[in-house]
């Protein structure tokens, strides 16, 4: 019998000492027989030094100093361009901004390159969701996604072009932001491309020049 008693005391002692310390915190170092090299002195961003007078591993730049350079994403693949806007001061082109409200009209010319990039982007990112046509019943619709606006009804006509730009770089309600995938420039022309498709609503024969009309009829 006493040895049932000590075997269950030992069986208990090693769970306790195995399970019972899981989750604490503990700053020793753990123990490693091959400690290869994964341990080495090294400066942690916002860590400290004494090596330093003021104690901080990470030095302030000289006063004036400009950022130049810097990973670009703007770019449509392989590895990043340097970007010497680095500090995109522009407020009207990098965030749809003037002052604290939108911006009314595009900061980038519109072309007929533009529109036709603006189509193409429009085409990959958006229209599964808001249509071909932007009335909202994109493909999306059909598997379930409720709730998508339509960006072109006459309510949309009075959004200005700043806060188009801001809708797609930094998404609304459900919709999630799309900077990470879609350049600055090609976000402008995509909302080119969103004020042609408006105009298209609206459309009448008289607008299709004389020469195309009789194509309508076919
Ligand atoms: C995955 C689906 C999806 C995609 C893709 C998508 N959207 Fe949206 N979008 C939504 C939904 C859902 C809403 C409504 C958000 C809310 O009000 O909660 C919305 C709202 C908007 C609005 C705001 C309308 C308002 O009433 O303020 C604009 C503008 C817009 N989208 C433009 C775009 C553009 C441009 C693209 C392409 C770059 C795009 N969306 C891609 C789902 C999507």
């Known amino acids: 019998m006493r040895w049932v008693f000590l075997g269950i005391a030992l069986l208990t002692s090693i769970v306790v000492?195995?399970?019972?310390?899981?989750?604490?915190?503990?700053?020793?170092r753990p123990l490693m027989l091959f400690p290869d090299m994964n341990a080495q002195p090294r400066y942690d961003p916002q860590g400290s030094s004494n090596f330093f007078a003021d104690g901080r591993v990470m030095r302030t730049p000289p006063s004036g100093t400009v950022p130049f350079g810097g990973?670009?994403?703007?770019?449509?693949?392989?590895?990043?361009?340097?970007?010497?806007?680095?500090?995109?001061?522009?407020?009207?082109?990098?965030?749809?901004?003037?002052?604290?409200?939108w911006v009314s009209k595009s900061p980038v010319k519109l072309d007929i390159e533009l529109l036709r990039r603006g189509r193409e982007r429009y085409d990959i990112h958006c229209a599964i969701c808001h249509g071909a046509t932007g009335t909202g019943a994109g493909v999306m619709t059909k598997f379930g996604m409720a709730g998508v606006a339509s960006i072109t009804d006459d309510l949309h006509k009075l959004m200005s072009d700043g806060e188009y730009f801001n809708v797609i770089t930094n998404g609304k309600g459900r919709m999630m932001p799309y900077a990470p995938q879609i350049s600055v420039r090609d976000r402008w022309a995509i909302v080119a491309y969103i004020r042609a498709l408006m105009r298209s609503q609206s459309g009448r024969p008289s607008d299709i020049p004389e020469a195309l009309r009789g194509e309508l009829k076919r």
């Open 17 to 28: 000492s195995i399970l019972g310390t899981r989750g604490t915190v503990n700053s020793r």
């Open 71 to 101: 990973a670009d994403y703007e770019c449509d693949a392989g590895s990043p361009r340097q970007n010497p806007d680095f500090l995109q001061a522009d407020d009207a082109y990098y965030r749809g901004k003037q002052g604290s409200g």
